[in-house]
């Protein structure tokens, strides 16, 4: 027979090392990346509706269709995380956007490619010479937003990382 270890105490979740509320030097970095997670969302939000007008001025019904599934998203993104984390989960909100930035971070590069193609298209056509189209303007200015977006994703998605590594390093104070 082998005889049962004694352990000095109760096991330490995961979860038990996280402090209640951000500690005092995450605290700042947190809630201004908070705000900007909201904004960004919004942003996108916005950037989405622009997209579906597009597509359905241009008759462009798939395109149009994954606008608005992506316009529920961020909707859901917004709502979610501010009603299911706050107080004493704030680490799992934290957790939350990195994963929600980082996943819209990879996901961008089919609106880049999107955007690219269809630039390359027009300028092959030379839509962009002389007065353009009320479309071709309107594509030129969310090809433009398309690349700001996904530069602003991912800033939002390392800002997020950095935060989320730093808390995991403990490299924080009480």
């Known amino acids: ?5 004694q352990s000095s105490g109760p096991a330490l979740r995961p979860e038990d090392e996280i402090p ?24 996108m939000l916005v950037w989405a509706i622009l997209c579906v007008g ?3 001025v241009t008759w ?5 269709l994954i606008g608005i599934c992506l316009g529920v998203l961020l909707v859901a993104m917004i709502i979610f ?3 299911l984390f706050g107080g004493e989960t704030w680490y799992k909100r934290l957790g939350w956007v990195t994963i929600l930035t980082g996943l ?12 690219g193609w269809g630039v390359w298209k027009r ?16 594509h ?20 997020s990382w950095k935060l989320v590594k730093k808390l995991k390093r403990g490299e924080f104070e009480e």
């Open 1 to 5: 027979m082998h005889m049962a270890t």
């Open 20 to 43: 209640e509320v951000p500690p005092r030097t995450l605290r700042g970095p947190y809630l201004k990346l908070s705000r900007a997670y909201l904004r960004w969302c919004l942003g």
């Open 54 to 56: 597009y597509f359905i």
């Open 60 to 64: 462009q019904k798939m395109e149009m």
């Open 81 to 83: 995380p501010a009603a």
């Open 104 to 115: 819209f971070s990879i996901m961008s590069v089919y609106p880049l490619v999107a955007v």
């Open 123 to 138: 300028f092959g056509e030379g839509r962009y010479r002389g007065v353009p189209m009320f479309t071709d303007v309107w």
């Open 140 to 159: 030129a200015v969310l090809s433009v937003m398309t690349v700001g977006v996904a530069v602003w994703t991912g800033m939002i998605a390392i800002r």
